[in-house]
């Protein structure tokens, strides 16, 4: 993989769901991480750049990611989008069409004859269900919009002390408008709005 990647633990995420009457912070984290999945999903803010070496006889390759990403989606490869299933007509790529096959891998076509030749391929991911740090970009750029999600679910506990369906709604009704703002965000390329740091939270 290309990128540097910096995470941060989700422990920086829990300030705010700790002040809720009974939380746990394992509870917290859990939360979190289901909202982050959740959030990169939906939005596919996070990409990897990926550079694969082909190699004779060989039509399906690995990505090669962090062990806590899962791929969401292939967005291009050599500066092409990337089909979801195998093509009748599409870019060329070092002289082979390039496809995605679920859950992480590239197929190529026509096999290559030789090794060498090197594919860049860009892929959106999403942390995994058992992961316990996240992106640093979520830290920094949207940390209330996984924040806002994650209370948004706890609201809607009815055995918890907590319970509140107004809240619930509140917050699943910011969640969305920042999942829309996340995704004009990844098609245009830059950041709206105020950025925010912060220190570690008081959990890290």
Known sequence: MLDQIETVPLSYFIDELMILDGMEQPMAEDYIRKAAIDFCTKTQIIRRTVEI????????????????????????????????????????????????????????????????????????????????????????????????????????IKQARWFDLNLATIHERDYRQAVTLAGADRLLGVRRGKIRLRAGGIYG
């Not at 990337?82 to 496809?99: A, D, F, I, Q, R």
């Not at 004859?113 to 860049?120: F, I």
């Not at 892929?123 to 640093?136: F, G, N, R, T, Y």
């Open 53 to 156: 070496e082909l190699i004779s006889c060989a039509d399906e390759y690995l990505l090669d990611l962090e062990e806590c990403d899962r791929v969401v989606s292939i967005q291009e490869a050599c500066g092409y989008e990337v089909l979801s299933k195998e093509p009748c007509t599409g870019p060329n790529c070092s002289g082979h069409y390039v496809w995605y096959v679920s859950p992480n891998s590239l197929k190529v076509s026509p096999t290559p004859v030789v090794s060498g030749d090197k594919l860049r391929v860009v892929v959106a991911v999403a942390p995994k269900q058992d992961c316990c740090e996240l992106d640093e970009l979520l830290y920094q750029n949207y940390r209330e919009a996984i924040i806002d999600k994650a209370l948004s679910m706890l609201y809607k």
